[in-house]
């Protein structure tokens, strides 16, 4: 990764709630950006969920990404970004 620049990569994911009454498709982006600084160089790295098949109610989800497990609450129609 070049110096002062953001990489996206989009993984396939799949999303399970309710005891696994709902299950859904949905692709995943993990976005790195990296801050230079004047000692050391600052990353930050999140995860979001940008697209699914479906959009099932509010609610905890599991979200497999790549044989990862994550925890997801979906509040007000929206999916949350995850800071890993």
Known sequence: MKKGTDKTDLFPGI??????LV????????VTKLTPG????????????DSAEQSPPDG?????????????????GKWPILKL
Do not use: M
């Open 38 to 49: 004047t000692s050391a160089n600052a990353v930050l790295t999140s995860l979001r969920i």
């Open 60 to 76: 905890i989800y599991r979200l497999d990404v790549r044989g990862r497990i994550f925890k997801v609450l979906r509040e007000g």
């Open 23 to 30: 299950q859904c498709k949905c692709t995943v982006a993990i």
């Open 15 to 20: 999303l399970r709630g309710d005891g696994d």
